[in-house]
């Protein structure tokens, strides 16, 4: 199994940066994909991004929302079992609880803004753009 931790949430003003890390521990994160989802007050939780890539970790494959393409960027460094979340020009409706989520890659294929194929979730980053 995996353990997942996000950080880097925090307040910050509209058109601001941040980036959010989330941290893999307790199995091997080459086997998985890693999305990022949030949740807005009085919102349903919504995909924002995923990261994916083949078995040899030869070819990489990112996923955005349309509400944050151009705007955010997902990255991973393998060796440090870390996914990020680049988030620019920062937007009041950015505003959410931050969570990334993990899944076995072959089960991408069933869709990947589909919140019951990932089997481990963090415990959430709040964050805030003020205006």
């Known amino acids: 199994e995996v353990q997942l931790v996000e950080s880097g949430g925090a307040l910050v003003q509209a058109g601001g940066s941040l980036r959010l890390s989330c941290a893999a521990s307790?199995?091997?994160?080459?086997?998985?994909?890693v999305g990022w989802f949030r949740q807005a007050p009085g919102k349903a939780r919504e995909g924002v991004s995923c990261?994916?890539?083949?078995?040899?970790?030869?070819?990489?494959?990112?996923y955005y929302a349309d509400a944050v393409k151009g705007r955010f960027a997902i990255s991973s460094d393998n060796t440090k079992q870390t996914v990020y979340l680049q988030l620019n020009s920062l937007k009041a409706e950015d505003t959410a609880v931050y969570y990334c989520?993990?899944?076995?890659?072959?089960?991408?294929?069933?869709?990947?803004?589909?919140?019951?194929?990932?089997?481990?979730w963090g415990q959430g980053t709040q964050v805030t753009v003020s205006t």
């Open positions: 989520a993990a899944v076995q890659k072959r089960r991408l294929r069933l869709g990947v803004w589909l919140e019951s194929i990932y089997d481990h």
């Open positions: 307790g199995a091997t994160f080459d086997d998985y994909a």
């Open positions: 990261i994916n890539s083949n078995d040899q970790s030869t070819v990489t494959t990112a």
